[in-house]
């Protein structure tokens, strides 16, 4: 996936940004509490720290991601898979729980993302959309699995096993309960930059963004 | 790091006998680069000193209830005090360890001290920047008051007369050492198994002191497991004829016992798999079965060679009063709960277990984890991915290197 370099301003760090990082910081309220779930090298969450003043934690399931994390002086870092839920994170203990292009890498992403409801006040998840067109032209004329810069796999061996489109997780969250507040389609180009896309989304959108809470009991 | 041999063929009386490193080959490294410094040196020479305290009538009360006095305790420094006193960082080490962590003590001296792969200029703990102080503990038998010690009162070794001492005194004579060299703020405290008990206690008891901790491979309270492994090595200790109720000294010392209470020990620092890979079902200098009771394998000569190397550096008493403060230890039930325990603690942690662990498996250090995160102190928490077992504290010395490094100098800049 193509990445952009920022510069941030407190120590000269400069960070590898994906796309679709600055829209997330967008919706992220400044001093706020955030847990980064796969948060890999910890680029997002020393981004939010520097630039929103965020208390950030990660967790992860590489030990070498861990190990660049600390390097980065990043100070709640836990290892831990995803696929085992946030049993040890209490309901409501944090305002965002934050999923960046990893739902799709899961093997029970309903638990997870039941559990990051219950664990936030507020989720982004951000994924790729398997609806834009170049992936069904793929599989229409070529009529074998499509690939794409976010999604570089061969069938046999990606670990990207949960694909869905825009439109399968807006119907997917009422399913889990979730309400969406808001959601941001977007189109990478070239320069590792990325445009929000209004026009039929869900054909022209190679990833989305999306910011939901927990529905409360009744409504 | 060397690798430590222990058959017939190796001097067993040179570097092989170092028991608090593993007889293992140091793992290549996955970690390269720009999170290590590159050159990496010794301390060079490293003396043990001695601190002298507790004398009547300003006995230390102990955690038993009695008072007790004098103390000895050994310990070690590297590197400089800075003019701030703020660099300072306190090791503690494990059941056989000792105040010898880094360097050597005399120019002849063929062995390091026993994390010397961590303590150095550019290694984990840069004494180029940091300040070391590594203590020997209350109760043992490395230079410090302990079960072999020749009690005042009566010119004869205190043996079972010594009181029962727990983890909390190892760090309140601790406490004591840093006061005395004029130590009233640690940058980090460091240890791993016995010494993250240590380390814990450290920050719980004197929370205001600490501001960077990494408890290694360690519990805030052991499981029945591993207090089972130790009340089966104190029970061949007392068993043992020689043992003659502690009172052995000047005597025949209570060699089998102690010897089989090592074998078991160490069966528990190591895995399946690292057995395994070290043994298998190698034969010791033999081809074919003998047939009789005579070692066939290659691992009953090594757990031999290390019960009875341990047999001529440790004290069989102080075996057994280091296992039951470690099996005493019990951070849950002295303050109600793990998370009330850390209620008033403000430090920064740094959490390491090890996959194969199965003495302090990494379910014991996650409820640590969360624990602090309950009382929202910042964790870093990491499983290393290791086939040593409870050895790989000790072995796994590039990937802790650097995220020990990483912790301190980052965490040296904040608060």
């Known amino acids: 996936m193509a990445v952009e370099e920022t510069k941030l301003d407190e120590d000269g760090t400069v960070v590898r940004l994906a796309p679709e990082h600055k829209l997330i910081i967008g919706l992220v309220e400044p001093g706020s509490r955030v847990m980064d779930l796969g948060c890999g090298e910890g680029d997002l969450l020393k981004a939010l720290k520097v630039l929103k003043n965020i208390r950030g934690e990660g967790i992860e399931l590489s030990e070498e991601c861990i190990q660049a994390c600390v390097a980065k002086g990043l100070f709640n870092i836990h290892h831990g898979d995803l696929d085992e839920g946030l049993a040890d994170y209490a309901d409501k203990s944090v305002d965002y729980v934050v999923l960046t292009n990893t739902i799709q890498v899961l093997h029970r992403p309903l638990f997870l993302i039941k559990e990051m409801a219950r664990v936030g006040k507020k989720c982004i998840i951000s994924f790729p959309n398997f609806g834009h067109w170049s992936i069904r032209l793929q599989l229409l004329l070529n009529g074998r699995m499509p690939k794409s810069p976010r999604l570089p796999y061969e069938w046999y061996d990606t670990p990207n096993i949960h694909l869905a489109t825009i439109a399968d997780f807006r119907d997917f969250c009422p399913v889990a309960g979730l309400r969406i507040l808001k959601e941001i389609r977007l189109r990478t180009t070239g320069e590792g930059q990325c445009k929000v896309v209004h026009l039929l989304p869900n054909l022209f959108a190679d990833a989305a963004i999306f910011l939901v809470e927990e529905r409360s009991r009744g409504s | ?415």
């Not at chain 2, 005194?169 to 005395?180: C, E, F, I, P, R």
């Not at chain 2, 190397?309 to 075996?319: E, G, L, P, T």
């Not at chain 2, 470690?326 to 008033?344: C, I, N, R, T, V």
Request: overall charge negative; glycine content about 10%; some cysteine.
């Open chain 2, 1 to 415: 790091m060397r690798a430590v041999r222990w058959n017939s063929r190796t001097n067993r009386t040179g570097a092989s006998a170092r028991d608090e490193s593993p007889g293992v080959e140091h793992p290549v490294s996955r970690i390269t680069g720009s999170l290590m410094k590159p050159e990496r040196g010794s301390v060079g020479i490293a003396e043990t000193k001695y601190f002298a305290f507790a004398e009547p009538p300003n006995e230390m009360v102990l955690e038993c209830g009695r008072k007790f006095g004098p103390i000895a305790l050994a310990y070690e420094t590297y590197g400089e005090l800075s003019d701030t006193r703020d660099n300072v960082i306190l090791v503690v080490h494990a059941l056989s360890g000792d105040a010898h962590a880094a360097g050597h003590n005399s120019p002849d001296d063929e062995k390091p001290g026993w994390w010397d792969v961590m303590i150095g200029p550019g290694k984990g703990m840069d004494t180029d920047k940091y300040f070391v102080v590594c203590s020997n503990i209350i109760g043992g038998c490395k230079g410090s008051t302990g079960p072999s010690s020749i009690n005042p009162g009566t010119g004869r070794p205190y043996g079972l007369t010594f009181p029962v001492v727990t983890i909390k005194d190892m760090v309140n004579a601790q406490k004591a050492l840093l006061s005395h060299l004029g130590v009233d703020r640690l940058l980090c405290v460091i240890g791993g198994s016995m010494g993250g008990m240590q380390v814990l206690q450290w920050v719980v008891s004197y929370p205001e002191m600490v501001r960077l901790v990494i408890p290694i491979a360690t519990t805030s309270r052991l499981s029945a497991q591993a207090i089972a492994f130790d009340e089966v090595g104190r029970q061949a200790i007392m068993s043992d004829p020689d043992w003659m109720g502690g009172d052995y000294y000047g005597k025949t010392i209570p060699h089998r016992g102690l010897s089989i209470a090592r074998m078991i020990g160490h069966i528990t620092y190591m895995s399946d798999k690292s057995m395994h890979a070290k043994f298998g079902r190698k034969l010791q200098d033999k081809a074919e079965y003998g047939y009789d009771f005579v070692t066939d394998f290659e691992v009953e000569s090594y757990l031999r060679y290390r019960g009875d190397s341990f047999v001529k550096r440790f004290d069989a008493n102080s075996y057994l009063y280091i296992t039951k403060a470690m099996d005493y230890f019990d951070l849950p039930q002295a303050h109600g709960s793990l998370k009330q325990a850390f209620a008033e603690v403000h430090a920064k942690f740094l959490v390491v277990s090890f996959s194969s662990d199965w003495l302090f498996p990494s379910y014991q250090s996650k409820e640590i984890v969360s624990a602090l995160r309950y009382n929202n102190i910042d964790v870093i928490y990491t499983e290393i991915q290791s086939d040593y077992g409870h050895d790989a504290f000790l072995v796994e010395s590039e990937q802790l290197g650097s995220l020990i490094s990483n912790f301190l100098e980052h965490g040296r800049g904040r608060i």
